[in-house]
């Protein structure tokens, strides 16, 4: 792990970026959850971003069910691939978090900058 930059994580996952940045993956997080790796310009994780929060806020939960924050009713599309990932409530909330605290932690990075 001393190869990276961590730039946020949460029980869910994991965002950072490479300590040797080369003109390929300039500008490129990576992004780690569950077994998957994502590697997504700025912003690709504002676009991830939005949808996560209105697939959050438009999916009603079956009401009757004990296990509907576990099922994985929930498909997260990502902004520049033909993947889609299947998810459970729970964990599309952790990635809303992953994904928001990531691009703070970018927006910091670059108001430090300056």
């Known amino acids: 792990m001393s190869?990276?930059?961590t730039l946020y994580h949460n029980d869910f996952?994991?965002?950072f970026v490479w300590k040797t940045r080369t003109i390929r993956n300039k500008?490129?997080?990576e992004i780690v959850f569950r077994d998957t790796g994502l590697s997504l310009s700025y912003n690709d994780i504002e676009t991830m971003?939005?949808?996560v929060k209105s697939e959050i806020?438009?999916?009603s939960l079956c009401k009757d069910?004990?296990?509907n924050k576990k099922c994985k009713l929930l498909l997260l599309e990502l902004p520049s691939s033909?993947?889609?990932f299947a998810m459970s409530?729970?964990?599309m909330t952790q990635m809303l978090d992953l994904l928001k605290g990531t691009l703070f932690q970018l927006d910091l990075n670059e108001l430090i900058d300056l």
Request: aromatic share 12%.
């Open 3 to 5: 190869d990276i930059n």
């Open 49 to 51: 971003y939005a949808k």
């Open 82 to 84: 033909s993947v889609s």
């Open 27 to 29: 500008g490129i997080v």
């Open 89 to 91: 409530y729970f964990e």
């Open 57 to 59: 806020i438009t999916t």
């Open 65 to 67: 069910c004990i296990n």
């Open 13 to 15: 996952g994991i965002s």
